[in-house]
């Protein structure tokens, strides 16, 4: 199996997974800037606090709070000074990169050749993998099979929501306009799984109760999505989300 990168090079690929990248490249590196700087605000604040209290009283508790109280790796204190907590920053490049995650390894690939398990045409193994873009520029990533018995088809998500409406009287008669209308509801989740492309299920599970939740007469919902092709073993992989505790809401 090749994927093929928009300046014409091929990856070849043997091997699938369902390992997850980031859904949003932009948004996990402004809130990762944004709890460093918070980390460093407040490490420099805890150093202002210790300087004010040794000056008290023209010095007289100098030096008390001298000790180290961040940084410990062990009982010792750490010497021989205070080390602030570790931070870490992502910085995302601009340009769109082809990444690929394989099962068997938390770290993604943007290079070079990787491995499959066997693959042949009478045994039809399933065998998943994870493309994503390491950038901010769109990427248009094209996957072709290198032998006519390799079927790539997209993953499969199903889609579960559940509505407890707000006591509606009964209808004056059997006529099917007065129900409620499923085909808006099918129309909506169509809709937001094809606005843009969802690396994490939960992203689009979120998107989903977000939309629902605001529809007039909602009193509970339930949103749960599952992938059933991850495991042979499991029937699907999933998030839920929901509005109560418990199985069903209370009465």
Not at 150 to 164: A, D, G, M, S
Request: aromatic share 10%; with cysteine; proline share 6%.
């Amino acid at each position: 199996m090749r994927l093929k990168h928009p300046d014409g090079s091929l990856l070849h690929l043997a091997y699938c997974s369902n390992v997850h990248p980031a859904d949003d490249l932009d948004g996990v590196s402004a809130q990762l800037e944004r709890y460093a700087a918070r980390v460093r605000e407040l490490y420099k604040m805890d150093g202002e606090l210790a300087d004010y209290y040794h000056k008290l009283a023209g010095g007289k508790w100098n030096h008390m709070m001298d000790q180290a109280h961040y940084g410990y790796t062990g009982f010792q204190e750490p010497r021989p000074v205070q080390i602030m907590p570790a931070v870490r920053e992502v910085a995302v490049p601009a340009a769109g990169k082809m990444g690929v995650a394989v099962e068997g390894n938390v770290a993604a690939q943007f290079e070079g050749e990787l491995a499959l398990p066997e693959l042949d045409a009478f045994n039809r193994q399933q065998r998943w993998f994870e493309v994503f873009n390491g950038g901010k520029e769109e990427l248009r990533i094209a996957v072709e099979a290198s032998e006519p018995w390799i079927v790539v088809t997209p993953q499969r998500l199903r889609v579960t929501v559940e509505i407890w409406l707000d006591h509606i009287p009964p209808a004056d008669n059997d006529d099917p306009a007065l129900a409620w209308d499923y085909d808006y509801l099918r129309e909506q989740i169509e809709e937001l799984a094809s606005l843009r492309r969802y690396n994490l299920q939960e992203s689009l599970a979120h998107a989903l109760y977000d939309r629902f939740a605001g529809m007039r007469g909602v009193n509970a919902l339930r949103v749960v999505t599952s992938k059933p092709d991850v495991y042979p073993d499991a029937r699907g992989v999933g998030v839920e989300l929901s509005s109560f505790a418990g199985f069903k809401p209370e009465a």
